[in-house]
Nanobody
Framework: QVQVKESGGGLVQAGGSLRLSCIAS????????MAWYRQAPGKQRELVAT???????NYADSVKGRATISINGAGNAVILQMTSLKPGDTAVYYC???????????????WGQGTQVTVSS
């Protein structure tokens, strides 16, 4: 059974920084890529950053220059570091993992439960 679990988050003052961690487990066939999304109250879930198991990254324009995503060698653990936080970064942050589900390499996305980040002004 694949599980994705986030940690970190909490209450941060504007201008501060945060570090979110996520680990995926339970795949027999390995992991491909991971990502962080966020969802603010009343808004749709949006992409924050993605990273492949090879380390290729992609960032939303809203966090470019403020966010760094990194991944471990196995491709199943990711860290998101953000600096210069703004009240607009307040959201529930979700981690996703693209997991190989068979020997042919078919992928399925699994999600964590989310972790709340609140940035106070």
């Amino acid at each position: 059974q694949v599980q994705v679990k986030e940690s970190g988050g909490g209450l941060v003052q504007a201008g501060g920084s945060l570090r979110l961690s996520c680990i995926a487990s339970g795949s027999r066939f390995g992991f491909d890529a991971m990502a962080w999304y966020r969802q603010a109250p009343g808004k749709q879930r949006e992409l924050v950053a993605t990273i492949t198991s090879g380390g290729r990254t992609n960032y939303a324009d809203s966090v470019k220059g403020r966010a760094t995503i990194s991944i471990n060698g196995a491709g199943n653990a990711v860290i998101l570091q953000m600096t210069s936080l703004k009240p607009g970064d307040t959201a529930v942050y979700y981690c996703s993992s693209s997991v190989r589900v068979n020997i042919e390499g078919a992928l399925r996305t699994y999600w964590g439960q989310g972790t709340q980040v609140t940035v106070s002004s």
